[in-house]
């Protein structure tokens, strides 16, 4: 079974700080995928890396960034968390990228 | 852009009995994937079933089938037999490129 696995299921900060999400995959996966989900918005994509070291902009990039360095790891920064980033995170792979996503249990980040 | 909708935010069914939950895109593919993904209170998603859209046949996996109508790009999702552990959210996706793009969700709520 795939497995995915995310360093938080609750975290809270505080507006400014620096924060990281991490995610990672078991099954040697090329493509993973960052969502935050947001009550009546469903999963919108933040960003989604297809290699080591490459990374592709989803549909909500600002105030993010990310870094994935190993294939299984695929790291969210918010570089100064600000209070509408208070939402939930999802961490996914997928072996290939049209197909099945495989998600994480999620991070509820709260910003104060 | 390519847009999946779910116009059901919520539904209920009576434990035991049968319920149909909708959804349409639009795309200007030809082959591509469809999906119903299951997010239960526990927050973790999982994938209920997947169809290919150059397969006719409608994906079935024991008590969720899918009504795949390709030409009215209509994708619902039927589920036999309710039970407790069916209440979730339930979110309708499809691929797009490299992405997958999801609805907006359909909570579903199981009536004992």
């Known amino acids: 079974d795939v497995k995915v696995t995310q360093s938080s299921r609750y975290l809270v900060k505080r507006t400014g700080e620096k924060v990281f999400l991490e995610c990672v995959q078991d099954m040697d996966h090329e493509n993973m995928f960052w969502y935050r989900q947001d009550p009546g918005l469903g999963l919108r994509l933040i960003y989604f890396s297809y290699d080591v070291k490459m990374k592709e902009k989803g549909d909500i990039p600002e105030g993010y960034s990310v870094s994935r360095e190993k294939k299984e790891r695929f790291s969210l920064i918010l570089e100064s968390a600000s209070t509408n980033q208070t939402s939930m995170y999802l961490c996914?792979?997928?072996?290939?990228?049209?197909?099945?996503?495989?998600f994480g249990p999620g991070t509820r980040l709260t910003v104060l | 852009a390519q847009t999946v909708t779910q116009s059901q935010p919520e539904m209920s069914v009576q434990e035991a009995e049968t319920v149909t939950l909708s959804c349409t895109y639009d795309t200007s593919e030809s082959d591509y994937y469809l999906f119903w993904y299951k997010q239960p209170p526990s927050r973790q998603m999982i994938l209920v079933i997947r169809q290919e859209a150059y397969k006719q046949q409608n994906a079935t996996e024991n008590r969720f089938s899918v009504n795949f109508q390709k030409a009215a790009k209509s994708f619902s999702l039927k589920i036999s037999d309710s039970q407790l552990g069916d209440a979730a959210m339930y979110f309708c996706?499809?691929?797009?490129?490299?992405?997958?793009?999801f609805g907006k969700g359909t909570r579903l709520h199981i009536l004992p």
């Open positions: 996706a499809q691929n797009r490129d490299d992405k997958i793009i």
């Open positions: 996914a792979s997928s072996l290939f990228s049209r197909d099945t996503q495989y």
